[in-house]
């Protein structure tokens, strides 16, 4: 919704019950639960008005240099507030969005300088994959299954916005998403809850640094709480509606391992979840984020989320709204107008009660003097306005190592042989376009597009090339096939650029067609018809449908929206300087009447058989949980990606066959170990994703077909092996019971370990 970035922009006075027989976790973050910060924010508590009390509650944005124009021109903004003045005041505690270090410390000097208590603001902004110098989006991150590269990647953007004065960054964005219609697919990590936990463990320990009063440290804001990425059919802000099993085994695990990394801050998501939206939600708020996880941090609404709730029905007024969302828990209202407006009178009529807002403020203030704000309200250094050439080589490997090559017959690596190269496609030059939603600040000179790379690495190589832009991303003239199909006829290989626009993905994406938009699929089919070896490079926020491609051309490519470095990251796998090594987040589909799909389902009643699609539906072959009309399989699954090399797996071993109960029960415990050598047999140096699935057959709930538990990047020379061994204990082996609780059961399980969700070799052993 909110633009300023110039990114994609875009009852119950109770306090709920603790789950039954839930232990009290212990605080999530040591630095907010501090004594001394304590005895400042009593201190600080005790000067402060109402008014200022419900300043530090709410958020909004930079209303503009002219905002009295601005309110003028529209008084029925929600926007309608004077920042500024409001910053003077000391009635405003936080802000969002506002680029630039000189804006930030304008405003800073406001309420440091001008305000009766001098309390700093905190400034928020959705940078979620690079300020300046862009890395891929977290869907492509998530592609490398390397969560040190990803806490790298963190560190480094909260080094650069911190320049701009942005101590917050409204990220991770950790909400599973099974359904590629859905936009926000590209801001996580995918469909799987291992992967999802992996990822948000490491973008917090790369935000928030070894402390959060690091001045180059940023709190984590951890969105959007919760299950938002379930959206009923894929379309953005629809309801999600699950089971309490579902929600805790595939959907919470990424928030979870983001509190228990120590996130400081939540955000309430827009989606109702079961009937109760998720910013009035005190089985979300209360009962699992404080009393489950034990979170001391602060809870923020989603953009204007609080107004919402008077659209989802459940307030009929704002005074109804605003009740609800602070008493479920949300203690800061963003953009919405209402908190500020509502609770002087909701307070007076004692509807809310003192005590709740002093809570709220107080985690507020905490987490100001945890970031040290007090002391550096400013922004620090010297202001990064532009991609940092240091942080080129990050981001270049990042893109690399997101990059998840879906088919190859021998077109790649290119080789030195490889003279005419014809590149084609509105994605080959696009600067624009190489950055995705939520893109931070980047400067669209300090991009690197594939023409750009190509054309220096085919005149190093004596070679030449030839570019030709084809169509439009979304457009439908035919007008320029003539002269891509001319410079294909030409070349020896043809690279195409094609996919979505960053815009087609992310907030308010959702799509219910996910093939190559506009005319590139006929723009690829006329190119094809050359007969000349075409590679194709897919750029897109999510999965798409390749059937046709799949068939049709000699290798594929999926690259996201790879960031600052795309165009060189590209030409060095295109190359083989660097061997791919990414792998499927996410399942991508045959066709889009799939979706959702996911590897980890549940097997039925009747499974499918291996069946001949070719034969019509009928007889024996008919009554099983199948489609008439596409094998239900995905076209590249989970976990799925080649290289220029292959590896071989031996059968994994596991180090014992029966675990007693008893042992099972014990959480902290590794309980057995399974082990496979995996041997690169090719004659390349490449990396490795090894994966470990599980699957748990004989407990008193049915489980998935099998799930991640372990994950492993490997590199191996030609002829190199390596023995891979995963500890599988409590947390891998236990599911959810339907009272919520982690249990074991007598039961068998199964082991795979390999490299991709379709892993074949297996071990057994049971539990009893
Ligand atoms: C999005 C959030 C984002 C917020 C602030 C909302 O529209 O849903 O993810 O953090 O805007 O820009």
Not at 54 to 62: A, E, F, K, M, S
Not at 113 to 121: G, M, T, V
Not at 171 to 198: C, F, H, K, N, Q
Not at 347 to 353: A, C, E, H, L, N
């Amino acid at each position: 919704m909110a633009t300023a970035l110039g990114l994609s922009l875009a009852s119950a006075a109770v306090v709920f019950a603790q789950q039954p027989g839930a232990p009290q976790a212990s605080p999530s973050n040591p630095e907010l639960a501090s004594p001394a910060i304590e005895q400042r924010v009593d201190a600080l508590l005790s000067k402060m008005t109402l008014e200022e009390k419900l300043g530090q509650l709410v958020q909004y944005n930079d209303s503009g240099a002219d905002a009295a124009a601005a309110l003028a021109a529209n008084p029925e903004s929600h926007n309608n507030v004077n920042s500024m003045q409001l910053a003077e005041q000391g009635l405003l505690g936080s802000m969002l969005n506002t680029v630039g270090a000189s804006r930030t410390n304008a405003f800073q000097r406001a309420a440091v300088e001008k305000s009766r208590l001098h309390i700093p603001l905190l400034f928020g902004a959705d940078i979620i994959h690079g300020y300046r110098t862009i890395y891929p989006q977290p869907i492509g991150l998530a592609a490398s299954f390397d969560p040190d590269l990803v806490q790298s990647v963190s560190h480094m953007s909260a080094e650069e916005a911190t320049t701009a004065g942005i101590r917050w960054f409204y990220s991770p964005m950790v909400d599973i998403s099974r359904d590629a219609r859905w936009g926000r697919t590209t801001e996580g990590a995918g469909e799987d809850a291992y992967l999802g936990a992996a990822m948000a463990r490491a973008y917090i320990l790369g935000y928030q640094g070894k402390t959060l009063s690091d001045p180059e440290s940023v709190a984590a804001c951890v969105k959007h709480f919760a299950a938002y990425g379930a959206a009923e059919a894929g379309r953005e802000y629809n309801t999600t509606d699950m089971s309490e099993i579902r929600l805790r085994q595939d959907y919470l695990p990424p928030y979870k391992a983001a509190i228990e990394a120590g996130a400081a801050t939540v955000m309430s998501a827009f989606n109702a979840l079961n009937g109760v939206p998720a910013s009035a939600n005190p089985f979300l708020l209360q009962t699992i984020l404080r009393g489950e996880w034990g979170f001391d941090g602060l809870v923020v609404s989603d953009y204007t989320a609080i107004m919402e709730l008077e659209n989802h029905g459940i307030a009929l007024t704002p005074a109804e709204a605003t009740r609800k969302a602070l008493l479920a828990g949300v203690d800061i209202d963003m953009m919405s107008h209402f908190y500020d407006t509502q609770l002087p009178e909701l307070i007076r009529s004692g509807q809310v009660p003192m005590s709740v807002v002093d809570e709220a403020v107080r985690r507020v203030l905490r987490l100001k003097f945890a970031l040290g704000l007090f002391e550096h309200p400013y922004a620090r250094g010297t202001e990064v306005t532009a991609a940092v050439p240091a942080h080129r080589e990050l981001v270049r490997r990042a893109a690399e190592e997101s990059f998840v090559l879906l088919k190859n017959d021998s077109a790649l690596p290119l080789t030195t042989e490889t003279k005419k190269i014809a590149l084609i496609g509105p994605l080959a030059d696009n600067a624009a376009e190489m950055v995705g939603s939520w893109s931070g600040a980047p400067q669209l000179s300090d991009i690197v597009t594939v023409k750009q790379a190509l054309e220096t690495r085919t005149r190093q190589l004596g070679g030449s090339l030839t570019y030709a832009q084809g169509t439009t991303i979304t457009g439908s003239s035919e007008d320029g096939f003539a002269a891509a199909v001319q410079a294909a006829r030409q070349a020896d290989v043809v690279v195409m650029a094609l996919g979505e626009s960053g815009a087609m993905s992310g907030e308010a994406g959702s799509r219910a067609y996910l093939d190559l938009p506009g005319n590139q699929e006929q723009l690829l089919k006329a190119v094809a018809a050359t007969g000349k070896p075409v590679v194709l490079l897919v750029f897109s926020g999510r999965p798409l449908v390749l059937d046709w491609a799949a068939t049709h051309v000699a290798a594929i490519m999926e690259v996201w929206f790879p960031g600052t470095e795309a165009g060189h990251a590209i030409a060095d796998v295109l190359y083989g300087d660097v061997a791919p090594s990414g792998r499927l987040p996410m399942s991508f589909p045959r066709a889009v009447g799939q979706e959702p799909l996911y590897y980890n389902q549940f097997p039925t009643g009747r499974p499918p058989r291996n069946i001949d699609l070719s034969q019509p539906p009928g007889g024996n072959s008919r009554f099983f949980s199948r489609y008439i009309d596409v094998p239900n399989d995905a076209l590249f699954p989970f976990g799925y990606g080649l290289t220029y090399t292959q590896f071989a797996y031996s059968m994994p071993t596991l180090s014992r066959s029966i675990v007693p109960l008893g042992e099972a029960r014990q959480t902290g415990k590794d309980l057995i170990h399974a082990t496979a050598t995996v041997t690169n047999t090719g004659n390349r140096t490449a990396t490795e994703v090894v994966q470990c699935y599980v699957r748990n057959r004989g407990a008193s709930i049915e489980q998935p077909v099998r799930s991640l538990e372990g994950f492993r990047r490997v590199t191996l020379k030609p002829g190199e092996s390596q023995k891979v061994t995963f500890d599988l204990g409590f947390p891998e082996l236990s599911f959810y019971d339907a009272q919520g609780h982690s249990v074991v059961e007598a039961t068998e399980y199964t082991v795979w370990i390999g490299g991709s969700s379709l892993a074949s070799q297996e071990g057994q052993f049971k539990i009893e």
